[in-house]
């Protein structure tokens, strides 16, 4: 039985630390080519991020998107099913590492996308506070977007952990979760994007994928 499995009782809680630690520093172990996929996703986050959007102009008038049967099923629904797989999979498979790697994509993601939330809140870039929603001049924390970067990261998460073919259900959700968001004008275009390589970069940074069995 493989230590790194969730089967074995003996010593779980120790294997699960090391665990942690380990996919802290998992960044260590990248490929040259990996890492810089994971560089170019913070520096296209801090670029959508501090992306001076134009109100007036993008967003003169709202979307609608409360009354579009198909927004309200992404919002309600189906941009679960991301954070649902992620969950799911490592129990599933009885992967402690996978376990620790999601723990830690949560902690980090959740820092990355809240603390800049709270920072960017009031700069003014190009006439625009980066943290105004689209409709709503007194709203706060738009940048980066909390839906996105969560979907992201979840979906970026299986794909590398598990296998690419998670793809294919898990990133046209992602992509749902964001225009989603946009059409509910609680989010602008940059925000979305910006929540988006957030995701991604946690994501490459903090996980390995899962040695096939055998080898």
């Known amino acids: 039985m493989s230590p790194d499995s969730l089967h074995s ?3 779980r809680w ?7 630690w380990d996919s802290l520093r998992a960044h260590r172990r990248l490929n040259l080519v990996w890492r810089a996929v994971a560089w170019l996703a913070v520096a296209l986050a801090l ?7 134009d109100h007036a102009l993008d967003y003169p008038q709202p979307r609608g998107g409360q009354d579009d049967p198909r927004v309200v099923l992404v919002e309600d629904t189906l941009r679960h099913i991301n954070t649902v797989a992620a969950a799911a999979l490592p129990l599933i498979k009885r992967d402690l590492v996978g376990l ?3 723990t830690v994509v949560t ?10 939330k709270r920072l960017l809140n009031d700069w003014v870039v190009g006439g625009t506070r980066l943290g105004q929603r689209p409709q709503d001049l007194d709203s706060r924390h738009n940048m980066p977007s909390g839906h996105s970067s969560l979907a992201s990261a979840a979906a970026w998460f299986v794909c590398r952990r598990y296998g690419w073919r998670w793809a294919w259900l898990l990133l046209p959700i992602t992509a749902a979760t964001m ?3 946009v059409m509910l004008d609680a989010h602008t275009v940059s925000a979305v994007l910006a929540g988006l390589f957030v995701g991604v970069a946690v994501a490459l940074f903090f996980v390995m994928p899962r040695p096939r069995a055998g080898v």
């Open 107 to 116: 902690v980090v993601g959740t820092a990355a996308t809240h603390i800049p």
């Open 47 to 53: 670029a959508c991020a501090l992306y001076p959007s």
């Open 100 to 102: 620790a790697q999601l």
């Open 9 to 11: 009782t003996e010593g």
């Open 14 to 20: 120790p294997r699960f630390r090391a665990a942690l």
């Open 179 to 181: 225009w989603a968001r």
